[in-house]
């Protein structure tokens, strides 16, 4: 523990997800840990930061024109995260590893003229005390660890990288309220419509557990939604299966990417780009009726066989210990 | 109407990719256009296709890239796609180009570019399939000053002003700016066209310029290992599964897979 000062964004800020949940787990082992929003922050949100041990959130006070759907774009976000570390002289600044996060963080490391460091799969320090991450590249099959050589270090972090824990002791939290000036030219959001989140399932970045659907499905995800809702699973599905309409989000390394503990591939080939989104996940099993299909060659765990047949037998019994339980 | 398309050499996704000395291995033979830029030259070629006679004879197409020489490759496949330009800005300095090198060095080629003429539109992949970062688009337009429309999966140009619909992690939006600027698509956005055989032929003869940092008026100190703010110190395989444990279904494989995930605590 040294005295650094973490900045974690939440951005929205209306709850803190497991994903910040585990920034600020991580943010604690460098130093003190404090939250940049764009917005203020629910009851709620208040309360978990401060069981996470987060005193300060640092609220950006923008523009007029900004602060309404606008106040999302990568642009503004960047320009709160640059400002907000002037002003705490913040030494480490970690994020999300979402698409608009990603942005967000690349554009305030430029702004600042400071080290970057996208889909982090771990933070620490090295003997120096410079900031390092490592990442897991090339659809999971290297590790690499680079070190930020700049004072400050911008980092956005992989979900799942870490347990969250709550701090040792809760802390009251106080918002504070910074002006943020933007002048970088942004496009104009004519229409913005938030994703419903299906409050009964997990969200596939988060997940500890995620089942995904291919081809193999035929158009029919009632299988793999029966055995993730026994697992408390998240569903997915492959790049081909949302192509064809049947689902709406692909696990690839161009959609989510995600290393939760356990991957459940049902139907999937485990096509190159299928492969770079799930192939640093911890546990990883197939479901395929093609005894050729490449994804065999990854997986910890293989039925040969049809799905249909395969995963409700599997939720059965998932059922039947859980309510023996 | 000039478009330049920013294009990337890339290890094939299907060859085996590794690190030597924690840099990535670039070996001929097994580098490919990134992926991802085919729908970014598509996007280009559209815009181009929508526009009337006059304008269409008088726009340009041009594919830019930063890399060694086989970086040609990448090149030679953007005007198979039908591209009027191919770029190739070259130099031992920009090797080690972190996020923000990068983007400097293409910012320097377009406005390089634009020494002959206005550049209207940048248009990017979502990504590129060795680093996966997505940051370098909204990074150029930056650099250049422009507003940055990043991961469409529709556009539209009219009266000069880009409409785009995108998915974000949030929401669905729908982004204006009046050109010029940086567009960034998914790879949702269209399906890229097939090269046919004539621009196949003349894909082999086109000319392809080769800049250096200082044609494009770039500091070397910006960008490759001097500029660079991070470095990677370490890069290793990662050790291999131990074999897969394959059960054939003869009726009890979903209880097979159920003792499986309870036996390894992960229920």
Redesign the interface.
Known sequence: MTNRTVLVLLDPAGEVRSSILELLTIGRALGRVEAVTLESPSVEALAQLGAHGVETVHQAELPADLRGDARHLSGVVAATLAAAVRRTDADVVLAPSTFAAKEAVALAGQALGAGVVIDAAGVSEDEQGRIVGTKRVFAGSWDTTSVVTTDVALLTVRANTVVPKPADAAVATEVEGFAVSVDAPLPTVTQRVPVVRDAARPTLEEAATVIAGGRGTGGDFGPVEDLADALGAAVGASRDAVFEGWFDRYVGQTGVTVAPRLYIGAGISGAPHHRGGMQASQVIVAVNSDPEAPIFEICDFAVVGDLADVLPQAAEVIRAHKAAR | MRIVVLVKYVPD??AD???ED?RVVRSPGEGTLNE?DENALEAALRIVDSLDDDARAAAEVVALTLAPEQGDLALRKAYQMGVDRGVRVTDDALAGS???GT?AALAAAVRRLEADGPVDLVVTG??A???????VP??VA?EL???????AKKVALADGVL?VVRE??????????PLP?VLSV???ANTPRMPNFKLIMAARTKTIEAWSLADVGLDAGLVGDAG???????????PA??E??????K????????????R?D??
Do not use: W
């Open positions: 996704i299907n990719r590794r690190f924690c991802l972190d996020y923000a983007a979502m990504a399939l060795d680093g996966l970062g997505s940051v909204a990074l930056t000053g422009r507003p940055a429309l990043t991961f409409e974000t992690d949030e929401a669905t939006e729908t982004l204006t700016a600027a998914a790879d949702t660079a703010r991070t470095a990677t110190t370490h890069a290793a395989p990662r599964k131990p897969v444990e394959l059960v054939q279904d009726g009890e494989g979903g209880k097979a897979l159920a003792e499986f995930l309870l390894h992960l229920v």
